[in-house]
């Protein structure tokens, strides 16, 4: 199903929401982490490096949006009681979590499975997928809480139709299509909508990495389709489920 990106926010059409987004400190990460603010959304910004979300974070203040909240959270090398510890601050904080962004992820390295690192592997799949999975399972009890809630999982085009030399990262953003659909069966009775989402080509670090001799310039900027993601965090999109959603 595509998805318009040319959407116009409504000043706090997300008022009293709260929604975490992954790798919220660059890319379409930040964009949509301002644009979600902009609508009024308390974003929980979680990222690794923290100088950078605080770059962010800067940035939504600045714009005079509401004010996010920085957590600095390491998806490689979390524990259980790691996500356990996120739980329980977002309840003692918030007491519900209305979206969860899974947009997080590295392109590991372009080669052969035949001659693929191992540890780069484990290393893609732990951030790309086993992260998701595990801060999804920790968040349904906070998901639950909320009359209305999202889980939205940034997938690829090499998710939904396979391509050589894509490795690690084909392979996670294929599971990733599937954790999305399993989970939109097992929630469908719920108040949780599950669906994954193909943003396109964006012009991004990361697609500069898997597209280093294209023109980054033809590119659209992350900012064009961000607004989108304002729409999929809406009441307007209580109808959504177990979708394979593309910007177009």
Same mark, same amino acid.
């Given at each position: 199903m595509n998805i318009s990106s040319n959407y116009q926010i409504t000043q706090n059409e997300l008022k009293d929401k709260v929604v975490l987004v992954t790798g919220a400190n660059r890319g379409f990460g930040r964009a949509m982490t301002l644009d979600l603010a902009k609508a009024g959304a308390t974003v929980i910004m979680l990222g690794r490096d923290l100088a950078s $979300? @605080?770059?962010?974070?800067?940035?939504?203040v600045d714009a005079h949006y509401q004010e996010p909240v920085l957590y600095p959270f390491d998806l490689e090398g979390a524990t259980p009681e790691h996500y356990?510890?996120?739980?329980?601050?977002?309840?003692?904080?918030?007491?519900q979590l209305d979206g969860l962004i899974h947009n997080a992820g590295i392109?590991?390295?372009?080669?052969?499975? @035949?001659?693929?690192?191992?540890? $780069?592997?484990?290393?893609?799949?732990?951030?790309n997928l086993n992260a998701a999975f595990m801060l999804t399972q920790f968040l349904i009890p906070a998901l639950n809480k909320s009359a209305d809630a999202r889980i939205l999982f940034l997938s690829s085009s090499v998710g939904r139709e396979a391509r050589a030399y894509w490795g690690a990262y084909g392979v996670s953003k294929f599971a990733l299509e599937g954790l999305s659909k399993t989970l939109s069966e097992e929630l469908e009775q719920t108040n949780i909508c599950v669906n994954s989402l193909d943003p396109g080509r964006m012009k991004t670090e990361m697609r500069r990495t898997a597209y280093p001799a294209e023109n980054a310039d033809n590119?659209? $900027?992350?900012e064009t389709k961000s607004?989108?993601?304002?729409? $999929?965090?809406?009441?307007?999109?209580?109808?959504?489920?177990?979708?394979?959603?593309?910007? @177009?």
């Open positions: $979300l @605080e770059g962010v974070y800067d940035e939504v356990e510890q996120l739980q329980a601050d977002i309840f003692v904080n918030f007491g392109i590991g390295t372009m080669m052969p499975i @035949e001659q693929y690192d191992i540890k $780069l592997w484990y290393s893609t799949m732990q951030i590119n659209p $900027l992350p607004p989108a993601m304002v729409y $999929l965090m809406s009441n307007k999109t209580a109808h959504l489920n177990g979708e394979q959603l593309t910007l @177009e």
